[in-house]
């Protein structure tokens, strides 16, 4: 609800606090006297383009600032989160123009965007007749009033729940059939990697140790050379082994008379002799092994070629050929899993979209059920407005597949048709002003439980309409304003005359200057102004007696004021 409007320099007004009241709020006024002024200021705080000519001449800059009473609103406190905002007990939305036509805005006193002020705007206020804010105009929102009419919210939540249901089964259906295709499009290469890399049968790091035994082996007959000439050197007649086992025996022949003198020359006689022996049996077994010669060289250069020639043609390493030919083989596998996976994929989308079409079939039957109630309830309150040729139509229609998503399968569309015969067409392109005033308050009356905006303005929803009519316009005024703030900019003294605040709007001349001034006024003051409505500049005791007349209602029947 707006609570207050701060009005700084704006052409003719130069200062002005209004305290708004819930309820209703008529602004009257003679002709000129600047209430068109007022709602340009409060646009300026809602968004509306800048203009310089808005400043009061003389002044260097104007400033409006408008607060709101937003209530617990999670969809404002989310916006207010975006922007950065901290969220307070008092929303102010601040515009300030400067007389350059430079503007600045701001949100509880931190710097916005002015798009930012719109976005809030949206939230908190519906103008109808100055400013470009009607949500009824907006086919984007008409189902979404349509299902807050019918209280669709259950069946809204089913939608969504069974649309959620419909994509994850459709990406599991699709990444299954991406997985079979892949497979299949493999599976001839798969099978003739598995039968090639089975007959290889590489073994882990393989081609690294053929390299070294290649290696080695281009070394084996200098080897082998060395190993039998050491043998030779150790053994045979003239080899070492023989010598020292010679020399051995010599002195142990003279060690009786030498007494102990020759023991250690004996001892480490047999000590060369053990190591000569030890070493003489690893140049045997070497020698062996190189004679022997394991592989042909020839036999390694083929077994290398053949790993590489695996590893260029699968794009691996040679040592990750044995994990690829597992992986060829479990591929394999998968392809006869896959094919059952897809299957039950598909039965499992099919279930979701059956699912889906369903729950949004269900809500679809419901809104035309709506959108037919609706209707009625609409058509209830045109007559009384002076649009009893009028027909208001609730479009329902089922939208392209493509358009289906997670509020069903339907576009809404709200029309009008004004004359006899004709075909409804778009609100704002059949109706004419004062008509599609008259048709946002029917409308506005019907939906009112449905539309979480929490302030109205109509400017001169009354206009070129008089008597009975007028009177409907103040009635519904009055019952809207049972759910919802309203302010009026009105000539009627029937909508006037059922107001709970009434503010006059008049000029002053002071010191040359001509300045706007609201002042709320009390009974007496309400009663002379519903009669200068009624009777023109000369006020007569006729015209004060049809004012008590019109006010009643709002001092006896109807309370002049209700509880929020």
Known sequence: MLTTLSIRDIVLIDRLDLAMEPGLSALTGETGAGKSILLDALGLALGARADSGLVRQGSNQASVTAEFSPGDSPELRLVLDELGVPAEETLRLRRVLSADGRSRAFVNDVPAGVASLRRLAEMLVEVHGQFDQQSLLDAGAHRRLLDAFAGHQPLLDGVVQAHAAQIAARG???????????????????????????????????????????????????????????????????????????????????????????????????????????????????????????????????????????????????????????????????????TAALARAEAESAAADAGYRAAAETLGQSRRDAAARLDLAVAAELPPLKLERARFVTDVDTAPESDWGPEGTERVSFTVATNVGSAPGPLGRIASGGELSRFMLALKVVLAAADPVGTLVFDEVDSGIGGAVASAVGERLARLADSVQVMVVTHSPQVAALADCHWQVRKDDREGQTTTRIAPLDPAARREEIARMLSGSAVTDAARAAADSLMQPATGDRPAKRSR
């Open 172 to 338: 599991a259906l699709k990444e299954a059939r991406q997985a079979v295709a892949k497979a299949r499009a493999d599976e001839e290469y798969l099978r003739q990697g598995v039968a090639e890399l089975g007959e290889l049968q590489p073994e882990p790091d393989e081609e690294a140790g053929l390299a070294e035994e290649r290696a080695a082996m281009s070394q084996r007959g200098r080897l082998l050379e060395a190993v039998q000439g050491a043998l030779a050197e150790i053994e045979g007649d003239r080899g070492a082994e023989t010598r020292i086992a010679a020399a051995a025996r010599l002195i142990e022949r003279q060690s009786d008379r030498a007494g102990d003198r020759f023991e250690p020359a004996i001892a480490a006689l047999d000590r060369a002799l053990a190591e000569l022996r030890e070493a003489g049996a690893v140049l045997e077994t070497s020698r062996r092994e190189f004679a022997d010669g394991g592989r042909s060289l020839e036999a390694i250069e083929d077994r290398i070629h053949a790993l590489r020639a695996a590893s260029r043609k699968y794009g691996v390493p040679a040592s990750a050929l044995p994990e690829l030919a597992r992986d060829f083989a479990r591929r394999l596998e998968l392809l006869a899993d896959g």
